[in-house]
């Protein structure tokens, strides 16, 4: 059974950069053919694919944030990160984690980001 947990700081401050990593277990990060994700949903709207890290290591990101966003990996813990730069209150979401094989079949329990002095 795989497993998806993100952690990561719930406050950020309007500016600064998000940085979330998902931690994987039961499965590698590096089993062909996955596709391991960063989605989020802001409050009261719905769910914004945000980027991907391959189980090869390429990296696709949304057109609409490429500029400040940057996904890596740590395939020795078998993690993956997400980092969001020069955030504002617009950023304020819950941020999930999820492997992407045929359709997303796992996904982390979302974690609390909320941008905000």
């Known amino acids: 059974q795989v497993q998806l947990q993100e952690s990561g700081p719930g406050l950020v401050k309007p500016s600064q950069t998000l940085s979330l990593t998902c931690t994987v277990s039961g499965g590698s990060i590096t089993t062909n053919y996955y596709y391991w994700s960063w989605i989020r949903q802001p409050p009261g709207k719905g769910l914004e694919w945000m980027g991907a890290?391959?189980?090869?290591?390429?990296?696709y990101y949304s057109p609409s944030l490429k500029s400040r966003t940057s996904i890596s990996r740590d395939t020795s813990k078998n993690q993956f990160t997400l980092q969001l730069s020069s955030v504002t209150p617009e950023d304020t979401a819950v941020y999930y984690c999820a492997r992407a094989g045929r359709g997303y079949d796992y996904w982390g329990q979302g974690t609390q980001v909320t941008v905000s002095s």
């Open positions: 890290i391959t189980y090869s290591g390429s990296t």
